[in-house]
């Protein structure tokens, strides 16, 4: 996984571009702590600004603001951005 920063974020893109790309997968279900879940576009979570982050900072991110791991996806105002995540899974559905 290329990382960005040593320890402290990945891209989204990176980590699928390890992972993979399942056929026809068109969103991302962000499957996070306390069974919550949201989805978004794979367009929207795959930009470059699009990040899986784990610190913030230098400092791990503390539980308050969703660690120890939270996406980040700027460009739609967070409202996407899952804290507390716990895996990604690509559907092929809204």
């Known amino acids: 996984i290329a990382v960005v920063e040593p320890h402290r974020y990945t891209r989204v893109r990176d980590l699928f571009d390890v992972a993979g790309i399942q056929p026809?997968?068109?969103?991302?279900?962000?499957?996070?702590?306390?069974?919550?879940?949201?989805n978004v576009p794979l367009a929207d979570i795959t930009t470059d600004e699009a990040l899986v982050a784990y610190?913030?900072?230098g400092e791990e991110i503390e539980p308050i603001h969703g660690g120890p791991v939270r996406i980040v996806v700027p460009h739609l105002y967070f409202w996407k951005s899952a804290k507390w995540v716990r895996g990604l899974e690509l559907i092929s559905g809204d």
């Not at 026809?24 to 279900?29: D, I, L, R, S």
């Open 24 to 38: 026809g997968a068109t969103h991302v279900m962000e499957h996070a702590e306390y069974g919550y879940t949201t």
């Open 55 to 57: 610190a913030f900072e």
